[in-house]
């Protein structure tokens, strides 16, 4: 009796083993949520732009060519003089963004300072843990002001005509690149507001501020 007793309580070992053994595999072989969560965050960290303020000798040491849009000012909204940091286009196509939330970016397929047609210029409304420099463009309103300095540091002001939202995925680039008032230069500027998409980093609405250039 004792001998079957044993033999029924290894058998009972045994079996429990291999249901370890069969649990442990499954799990291992699943991605289980808080690995696709960690794998996901990485992701969106490793290609978010930089939170870190630029420190203001960088600022005031910043150079471009004597033609190119150097610095950007709005103080109705609380922009100082904040650099415009030249942007190309990614291998997408699309127009690239500042990598850092607290410059600006002018796309170097636009207008310069004072030509006719419109410069075009985009800046961050956020970051995960910070607010980016075009976070109060909403606020900005027809008859504003935005100052822009060339690198030879010639100032023109440009006044706010219109403001614009469009949704992400069907924003009118023809007309973003294009002044707003025919004959007269333009400065367009962009930024991203409405809500975040569910399981993304991306917002569903673009905000774009159009300007006409009014001294120089």
């Given at each position: 009796m004792?001998?079957e007793?044993?033999q029924?309580?290894?058998l009972?070992i045994?079996?429990?083993?291999?249901?370890?053994?069969?649990?442990?595999?499954?799990?291992a072989?699943?991605?289980g949520?808080?690995?696709?969560s960690?794998?996901?965050?990485?992701v969106?960290?490793?290609?978010?732009?930089?939170s870190?303020?630029?420190?203001?000798?960088?600022?005031?040491?910043?150079?471009?060519?004597p033609?190119?849009?150097k610095?950007?000012?709005?103080?109705?909204?609380?922009?100082?003089?904040?650099?415009?940091?030249q942007?190309g286009?990614?291998?997408?196509?699309?127009?690239a963004?500042?990598?850092?939330i607290?410059?600006?970016?002018?796309?170097n397929?636009?207008?310069?300072p004072?030509?006719?047609?419109a410069?075009?210029?985009?800046?961050?409304?956020?970051s995960?843990?910070?607010?980016?420099?075009?976070?109060?463009?909403k606020?900005?309103?027809?008859?504003?002001?935005?100052t822009?300095?060339?690198?030879?540091?010639?100032f023109y002001?440009y006044?706010?005509?219109?403001?614009k939202i469009y949704?992400?995925?069907?924003?009118?680039?023809?007309?973003?690149?294009?002044?707003?008032?025919s004959g007269?230069?333009?400065?367009?500027?962009?930024?991203c507001?409405g809500?975040v998409?569910?399981g993304?980093?991306?917002?569903?609405e673009?905000?774009?501020v159009y300007?006409?250039l009014?001294?120089?």
């Amino acid at each position: 009796m004792k001998k079957e007793n044993n033999q029924t309580g290894y058998l009972l070992i045994a079996i429990g083993l291999v249901l370890f053994i069969a649990g442990a595999y499954s799990y291992a072989h699943q991605p289980g949520p808080p690995k696709l969560s960690k794998q996901a965050k990485a992701v969106q960290i490793a290609t978010a732009p930089s939170s870190v303020k630029p420190k203001a000798v960088a600022i005031a040491a910043y150079t471009v060519a004597p033609t190119l849009p150097k610095y950007i000012s709005i103080p109705s909204i609380g922009i100082g003089t904040t650099r415009i940091i030249q942007l190309g286009l990614l291998s997408n196509g699309q127009i690239a963004t500042p990598d850092n939330i607290y410059d600006t970016g002018w796309f170097n397929q636009s207008a310069q300072p004072g030509q006719y047609g419109a410069m075009f210029i985009y800046g961050h409304v956020s970051s995960w843990t910070a607010d980016g420099i075009f976070y109060n463009l909403k606020k900005l309103k027809p008859g504003s002001d935005v100052t822009i300095i060339r690198g030879d540091n010639t100032f023109y002001i440009y006044r706010v005509v219109t403001t614009k939202i469009y949704p992400y995925n069907n924003v009118p680039m023809s007309s973003v690149l294009a002044p707003i008032q025919s004959g007269t230069p333009g400065l367009n500027l962009m930024t991203c507001t409405g809500s975040v998409i569910k399981g993304t980093s991306e917002f569903n609405e673009r905000l774009v501020v159009y300007t006409s250039l009014v001294s120089r």
